[in-house]
Antibody, heavy 121, light 110 residues
Framework: EVQLVESGGGLVQSGGSLRLSCAAS????????IDWVRQAPGKGLERVSA????????YYADSVKGRFTISRDNSKNTVYLQMNSLRAEDTAVYYC??????????????WGQGTLVTVSS | QSVLTQPPSASGTPGQRVTISCFGS????????VYWYQQLPGTAPKLLIY???QRPSGVPDRFSVSKSGTSASLAISGLRSEDEADYFC???????????FGGGTKLTVL
């Protein structure tokens, strides 16, 4: 069974940093892309960042480019999202989502339960 | 402003058939697959439909999708109380070279 477990969320001041983690199990981790998708309170879904299975390709939404960095450790079946220079508008539940293939162009076939990031101004 | 346009709300009574539309353009729905996600209250999104009209195992055939040109519609027949959720359409956009979501439709079962 595919499982994705996010951690690392919390309350941080504007301008601060957080690192989110997504621990995966139940599939051959290195052969699938992983995304971070966020949902602001009462709002829709936004794809924030993605990393290919072999970590050779990444994607960032314009809203986070230059501030967020995605990485993965295939030996630990874990993806990370380093978030710097956080803003109030980054407040959201951050979901880890598994792609259906290794490349960046994919859909999301499994989701984690999410971790809440709150940025206070 | 989402690239894909959905009505913010929809409703129906138990047993009814309801549809939720998703409008896009030639660079997304018009040339790529459409996907649908169901988000039950207080939970994470779940894949409901992939590659236009394929259902993952466990998704009942009460859920179906029709697609025409640059729009798609999710139909739910035999509506049940447990179908009350937010529904999001999504897909790849060639012009943006990225994934886009609709703004979501909140389905209420009256």
């Amino acid at each position: 069974e595919v499982q994705l477990v996010e951690s690392g969320g919390g309350l941080v001041q504007s301008g601060g940093s957080l690192r989110l983690s997504c621990a995966a199990s139940g599939f051959t981790f290195s052969t699938y892309a992983i995304d971070w998708v966020r949902q602001a309170p009462g709002k829709g879904l936004e794809r924030v960042s993605a990393i290919s299975g072999g970590a050779d390709s990444t994607y960032y939404a314009d809203s986070v480019k230059g501030r967020f960095t995605i990485s993965r450790d295939n030996s630990k079946n874990t993806v990370y999202l380093q978030m710097n220079s956080l803003r109030a508008e980054d407040t959201a539940v951050y979901y880890c989502a598994k792609g259906d293939v290794s490349g960046i162009r994919h859909y999301f076939d499994h989701w984690g339960q999410g971790t809440l990031v709150t940025v206070s101004s | 402003q989402s690239v894909l346009t959905q009505p913010p709300s929809a409703s129906g009574t138990p047993g009814q058939r309801v549809t939720i539309s998703c409008f896009g353009s030639s660079s997304n729905i018009g040339s790529n697959y459409v996907y649908w996600y169901q988000q039950l209250p207080g939970t994470a999104p779940k894949l409901l439909i992939y590659r236009n009209n394929q259902r993952p195992s466990g998704v009942p055939d009460r859920f179906s999708v029709s697609k025409s040109g640059t729009s798609a519609s999710l139909a739910i027949s035999g509506l049940r109380s447990e179908d009350e959720a937010d529904y999001f359409c999504g897909g790849w956009d060639d012009s943006l070279s990225g994934w886009v979501f609709g703004g979501g439709t909140k389905l209420t079962v009256l």
